[in-house]
T-cell receptor
Framework: QKEVEQNSGPLSVPEGAIASLNCTYSDRGSQSFFWYRQYSGKSPELIMFIYSNGDKEDGRFTAQLNKASQYVSLLIRDSQPSDSATYLCAVIPVNTDKLIFGTGTRLQVFP | DVKVTQSSRYLVKRTGEKVFLECVQDMDHENMFWYRQDPGLGLRLIYFSYDVKMKEKGDIPEGYSVSREKKERFSLILESASTNQTSMYLC??????????????FGPGTRLTVL
């Protein structure tokens, strides 16, 4: 079982819709959870982090964490074509400073 | 703004050559990391360093070594390059603080091709 799992996609949504990106992780003791966005040919950039159960909102982005289900998601409201990218879920397991990345989900927002 | 720079964006080397990839960060970060990124495999950690002259193996250290002689610089060395080391190499750095949100800042990446 992979430590961090994501559906590779592509996830295609129309402009203005809500895009929902999902991630599961295997280490129950994990403390910190991150969503990175990576445009084609570019390096990853942090969008959001979350470490408490529940929702965390930042503009059009909402991260949701459910530690009991070992599940973290990213919602993008009012999706724009400029949101088209690969979204990487990353987790810091317990007792380490290492980020463990998922393989990413490719999002396509069409006009 | 945090800036992480890498010595080359594109590099072509021959099998058996010794390859040096350099990474420099300008924010006095303690932690520095080297990853490689391959399609379908995501980002995989090669080595990381908590401090000058400190290094720790990541998930795939075989065939690589690192050097950290100064806090701002972290070098990745391929002692004898092989074709299976053709990949995108990403350097990152982070600050070790009290917060759990220790964001890693990434450099632009080096696309290495080994012929």
């Amino acid at each position: 079982q992979k430590e961090v799992e994501q559906n590779s996609g592509p996830l295609s949504v129309p402009e203005g819709a809500i895009a929902s990106l999902n991630c599961t992780y295997s280490d129950r003791g994990s403390q910190s959870f991150f969503w990175y966005r990576q445009y084609s040919g570019k390096s990853p950039e942090l969008i959001m982090f979350i470490y408490s159960n529940g929702d965390k909102e930042d503009g059009r982005f909402t991260a949701q964490l459910n530690k009991a289900s070992q599940y973290v998601s990213l919602l993008i409201r009012d999706s724009q074509p400029s949101d088209s990218a690969t979204y990487l879920c990353a987790v810091i397991p317990v007792n380490t400073d290492k980020l463990i990345f998922g393989t990413g989900t490719r999002l396509q927002v069409f006009p | 703004d945090v800036k992480v720079t890498q010595s080359s964006r594109y590099l072509v080397k021959r099998t058996g050559e010794k390859v040096f990839l350099e990474c420099v960060q300008d924010m006095d970060h303690e932690n520095m990391f080297w990853y490689r990124q391959d399609p379908g495999l995501g980002l995989r950690l090669i080595y990381f360093s908590y401090d000058v002259k400190m290094k720790e193996k990541g998930d795939i250290p075989e065939g690589y070594s690192v050097s950290r002689e100064k806090k701002e610089r972290f070098s990745l060395i391929l002692e004898s390059a092989s074709t299976n080391q053709t990949s995108m190499y990403l350097c990152a750095s982070s600050f070790v603080g009290a917060s759990l949100s220790d964001e890693q800042f990434f450099g632009p990446g080096t696309r290495l091709t080994v012929l």
